[in-house]
C-alpha cells in the first residue's frame, strides 16, 4: 500500500517555527527509495534535535547500509522542538521521516541510537507524536518494532517497558540481520503476529526483547534475579562486534546538512575499542577489542568522503586516535597529500605525550594552531591511579611545554568531579596544575600571553565499568567541590586572569546517574516526566532537576538508593543479563584495584589481563602496522 507523504500538511507549520529548514530534507547524498519496493523499511532516529543529530556516525553508517540493502529502505527522523510540536498536536501531523516525510508508525522497525540516556523523554515525545502506544505492551500488529540501540542500549532497562527489543554493540551487521528475519516473516505471511516476530529475533541471541524477561525483586529493593519467561530464549543476550572495520568502510557518501550542525566535517573513524583501561569510561569498555582500520583504507575512506560531500575538514576519530599504530604515518600522508588545499585535518581525542605534539603539528599545517585539548581527568596523582589515567604531571607539563614553544597558545584540560575516592584536595589540585600549565607556557615563551581553559564534568558511574558498584558522589558535594576550585582559580591575581573555566552543576549528573544504573521501575519516573513536559533534557536550558525530583517522588522512586548507594559484589545488576564480553570478577578486581590505586597497563602492548572480551567474543585485539602506504594518492 502506497505511504503519502504529509509534507503539504507540515509546510504550513514550517513558518510558524524556528529553524524550519531541519525538518524539510533533500539533503546532499540523501535517499528515498520506492516505498512499494520496498518489503523491509526502517525509520532511524537520533532522538534529539537535527542539529545533534544529523552528524551522528551511528545513524549515518547504518542509513547506507540499510539503503544499499535491496528491497530495505531507511528513512530518518529526528526530535522535533517543542514549538513545531505543539503545532503538530494541534493539526493532528505525525512525527515524519525528513527524507520522504512518511508517518514512522508506517514503518516496519523504528530504530533508535541513544548516545545518551537525556534523551529517553524525546523517545516518548516521537512515539506519542508518532501514534505509536508507549508501553511496548499496548502495541497492535500495524505498530512498528521499536528497537533501541547505541550505548545507552547497553543498560535499557529503564526504558524497557518502551521498548520492543535492543541491541548492544556494532550495528552494521546485526541491522542486515534483523532485516532479513523481518523479510522472511513477511514473506511468510507474518505468522503469529507481533509475538512470533519478537520470539525470532529474540531467540537468536542477538536481540533482547525485554518482554520475555522477568525481573524478581528483594523486599528491600535488589533485584532477586532476571530470567527468561520463555523457552529458547537465552539467559544472556550477547553485544555484537565488527572483527574487520575494513569490510565496512562507511560512511561512503556523507551526508551534507541543510542547517548548522554541531560538527560540519567528515569523519573516519579509525579505530573502534579502547584497551587503555579507563575505569570510569563505558565507551573503552565495551567497545573493546580494538579494531584498526588500516591506512589504506582511512586514506581511500577521506579521499572518498571529500570527494563525496564538499567537506573541507576530516576528522579522524576513534576514543583515543592517537594510539592508532598508523596514526604518524596517517597524519603525515594526509597532511602531505592536501598541503596548500582548503582541507582540514583534526584529530578530536588527544593523549598527553610529546607525540601527540608532532601530530598537532602535522594536522594543522593547512590551518590554524587554534588550541590543544588534553584530558587528565583527575586533579591529583592520586586521583589519577584510581582512574586508572596514567598521566603523570611531569608528562602533562614536559607536553604543554612543547606544544607553547611551537607556537600554541591555548590549552584545554578537561578534568571530572565526583570520582568515587574524591576528596576536597583532588579537585583543588585541578587549580595547581593549570597554574602550572601556564607558568610553563610562560617560561617557554617569554610572553604572558598564554591562555588554558578547564572543562569540568561531573562524574557518572556507568553499567559495564569498575565504577558500575561505586556510590555517586551528591550534587551538594560536587557543587562545593567546583565552588572552590573556582574560588582558588578566580582568587588568583597572577594566574586567574589566564585560566578559563567552565563547569556544570552537579545536579544534571544525578538525573544521568539514575538512568545509568536505574531498573525497570525508573520506567515511570521517565513517563512522568515526559507527561510533566520534559523534553530534550540534555539541553540545560530544557532540564529540569526539580521536573525529575517531583517525578521521582510520584513514582516512589528514592533517587539516593539508584545513585548514591554504593553496591556489594554479589547484588545481581540490572544490566547483568547482558553481555558486554567483560568478565565480571575482572571488573570487580579492578574496582578492588581502583581503591587501592592499582593500575592496569594498555593491553595493546602488554600481556592480556584478561578482561574477558577476546575470549568471550571469540575476538582478539586486532592492531599492527600493515607496512602498506597511504599512497598512492589523488593530489587534490
Ligand atoms: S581479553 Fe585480554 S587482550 Fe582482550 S581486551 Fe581483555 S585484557 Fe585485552
Known amino acids: 500500500m502506497p505511504v503519502e507523504s504529509i509534507f503539504h500538511r507540515l509546510e504550513a507549520l514550517l513558518p510558524k517555527v524556528q529553524k524550519p529548514i531541519q525538518y524539510v530534507g533533500g539533503e546532499l547524498n540523501s535517499t528515498v527509495k520506492d516505498w512499494d519496493s520496498a518489503d523491509v523499511r526502517w525509520a532511524l532516529m537520533y532522538p534529539d534535535a537535527y542539529e545533534v543529530g544529523l552528524p551522528n556516525q551511528g545513524v549515518a553508517i547504518l542509513y547506507e547500509i540499510l539503503n544499499e540493502l535491496p528491497g530495505t529502505l531507511a528513512e530518518r527522523t529526528y526530535a522535533v522542538w517543542p514549538d513545531l510540536e505543539e503545532l503538530m498536536r494541534a493539526e493532528g501531523v505525525p512525527q515524519f521521516t525528513v527524507d520522504a516525510h512518511r508517518p514512522v508508525r508506517a514503518f516496519d522497525v523504528l530504530g533508535v541510537s541513544f548516545s545518551t540516556e537525556l534523551g529517553y523523554t524525546n523517545l516518548l515525545t516521537a512515539l506519542d507524536l ?18 533501541a540501540g547505541g550505548h545507552a542500549a547497553f543498560n535499557p532497562e529503564p526504558i524497557a517497558d518502551f521498548l520492543d527489543a535492543a541491541v548492544l554493540g556494532d550495528g552494521e ?15 511468510e505471511g507474518s505468522p503469529g503476529g507481533r509475538d512470533e516476530l519478537l520470539m525470532r529475533l529474540a531467540e537468536s541471541g542477538g536481540v533482547y526483547v525485554p518482554r520475555f524477561y522477568d525481573v524478581e525483586y528483594h523486599p528491600d529493593g535488589r533485584i532477586k534475579r ?43 573513524e579509525i579505530f573502534r575499542g579502547c584497551t587503555r583501561g579507563c575505569r570510569f569510561c563505558q565507551a573503552g569498555m565495551i567497545t573493546r577489542p580494538v579494531r584498526e582500520r588500516s591506512i589504506t583504507t582511512i586514506g581511500a575512506m577521506v579521499e572518498n568522503g571529500i570527494k563525496e560531500s564538499g567537506f573541507n575538514e576530516v576528522g579522524l576519530l576513534s576514543l583515543s586516535s592517537a594510539d592508532h599504530s598508523e596514526i604518524g604515518e596517517v597524519a603525515k600522508g594526509l597532511a602531505d597529500r592536501y598541503e596548500g588545499t582548503n582541507t582540514s585535518l583534526s584529530l578530536p581525542s588527544t593523549r598527553v605525550d610529546a607525540f601527540n605534539i608532532d601530530l598537532a603539528n602535522e594536522f594543522s599545517r593547512n590551518g590554524r594552531r587554534s588550541g590543544l585539548t588534553f584530558a587528565p581527568e583527575g586533579g591529583s596523582e592520586r586521583m589519577r591511579k584510581v582512574i586508572n589515567k596514567m ?4 608528562d602533562l607539563i614536559r607536553t604543554v611545554t612543547t606544544a607553547y614553544s611551537q607556537g600554541w597558545r591555548q590549552v584545554k584540560l578537561y578534568f571530572m568531579c565526583g570520582l568515587p575516592t574524591e576528596q576536597d584536595e583532588d579537585v583543588l589540585g585541578i587549580a595547581d596544575l593549570a597554574k602550572k600549565v601556564i607558568q610553563a607556557g610562560r617560561e617557554a615563551t617569554g610572553s604572558r600571553d598564554i591562555r588554558c581553559t578547564v572543562s569540568i564534568g561531573g562524574f557518572v558511574p556507568k553499567p559495564h565499568t569498575p565504577f558500575q558498584w561505586a556510590g555517586q558522589a551528591d550534587h551538594e558535594t560536587v557543587d562545593r567541590r567546583l565552588k572552590q576550585l573556582r574560588d582558588s582559580l578566580r582568587g588568583d591575581k597572577n594566574y586567574g586572569r589566564a585560566i578559563g573555566f567552565r563547569y556544570h552543576d552537579g545536579k544534571p549528573s544525578i538525573v544521568e546517574g539514575l538512568l545509568s544504573r536505574g531498573d525497570r521501575r525508573v520506567g515511570a519516573v521517565i513517563r512522568a516526566v515526559w507527561e510533566d513536559g520534559g523534553r530534550f533534557d540534555g539541553w540545560s536550558e530544557h532540564f529540569s532537576y526539580e521536573r525529575w525530583m517531583a517525578a521521582a517522588e510520584k513514582a516512589g522512586v528514592d533517587v539516593d538508593w539508584y545513585t548514591t548507594r554504593e553496591r556489594e559484589e554479589n547484588e545481581v545488576l540490572p544490566w547483568d543479563h547482558l553481555d558486554a564480553g567483560l568478565d565480571r570478577e575482572w571488573l570487580w578486581q579492578d574496582w578492588q584495584e581502583a581503591v587501592s590505586g592499582g593500575e592496569v597497563e594498555d593491553c595493546r602492548w602488554t600481556p592480556c589481563y584478561d578482561c574477558g572480551v577476546c575470549p568471550t567474543m571469540g575476538t582478539e585485539i586486532q592492531i599492527g602496522p600493515t607496512g602498506r602506504k597511504l599512497l598512492p594518492l589523488t593530489v587534490v
Do not use: C
Not at 541491522?175 to 516473516?185: G, K, L, M, P, T
Not at 569490510?247 to 542547517?259: D, I, N, S, T
Open 173 to 187: 551487521q546485526i541491522s542486515i540481520a534483523i532485516s532479513e528475519v523481518i523479510r522472511e516473516w513477511k514473506g
Open 226 to 268: 532476571v530470567a527468561p519467561n520463555r523457552a529458547d530464549v537465552p539467559w544472556r543476550v550477547h553485544k555484537h562486534t565488527v572483527m574487520d572495520l575494513d569490510e565496512w568502510p562507511y560512511p561512503k557518501k556523507p551526508l551534507v546538512p541543510l542547517a548548522e550542525t554541531v560538527h560540519e566535517r567528515f569523519s573516519v
Open 130 to 147: 508518532a501514534g505509536i502506544p508507549l508501553l511496548a505492551a499496548d502495541r497492535g500488529e500495524d505498530d512498528p518494532i521499536v528497537l
Open 391 to 394: 598521566v603523570t604531571e611531569e
